[in-house]
């Protein structure tokens, strides 16, 4: 991602650049940038009935026109505010009220079907799943904590069956972080690497040891009976 740089005090500040593609992690940035200059009042005051004063509302301003290539500037030049200035940028991406509640829905739907695959890592699924939250956080929706977590809980193939049982009956789910019940997973995970193999796959190799031997011991029991056939017959004829 392209940046545009300018130093405030003595602290360095590396504006990302906006791009139609990039807002979600783009109002993200620029979200920490201006509140590490003091100045996000001037788009969500703490207190609507104060409203920020000139200079703040000017520094924050600035601080988005930093951060926005010039086409992007020239729509939001008119704006008198960073409120209208942010608000602005926020509508261009997201559309309109109605349009941003279908994108919640799509989003949810996916955040909903998404399961983690047999192959698939946890780090890597955490991601995707990480991204569509943010998403929907971006959108302006709540996406609790607990609910997150519950759905790792229940997104997760039946190898973690054990790990995933002991924390919902023994963990406090309402109390748990997204970062914590990944890491106890990330661990079991690298438990069941270290085995040599996997309960299911020593199965499987009994299960093939288990055909072959029987496949030998019919083999070895027909002969037998065929032999044992002929001594009776034989036995037989010579008794009377």
Known sequence: METSKRK??????????FTKSNYTLWSLKMKVFIKAQGVWDAIEPKDPKKPADEKTVQLA???IYQGVPE????????KETAKEA?????????????????????????????????TEQVDDFCMKLSGIVTHIR???????????????????PDKFLQITSNIEQFGDIKEMTVEEVVGRLKAHEETMKS???????????TQEEWAKKSNKVGISFQGQRTRGGHGFRGRGRGNF
């Open 138 to 156: 971006v959108l302006g929706e709540t996406m609790e904590e607990v609910s997150v977590v519950r759905k790792i809980l229940r997104a997760v």
């Open 61 to 63: 301003l600035a601080a």
């Open 71 to 78: 086409d992007i500037l020239l729509i939001i030049a008119e």
């Open 86 to 118: 942010w608000d602005a940028i926020k509508t261009l991406c997201m559309g309109t009220e109605r349009v941003k509640e279908a994108k919640v829905q799509t989003l949810r739907a996916e955040f909903e079907s998404l399961v983690m695959k047999e």
């Open 195 to 205: 085995k040599p193999e996997n309960a299911s796959g020593q199965l499987l190799l």
């Open 8 to 17: 405030e005090g003595s602290i360095g500040l590396s504006y990302p650049l």
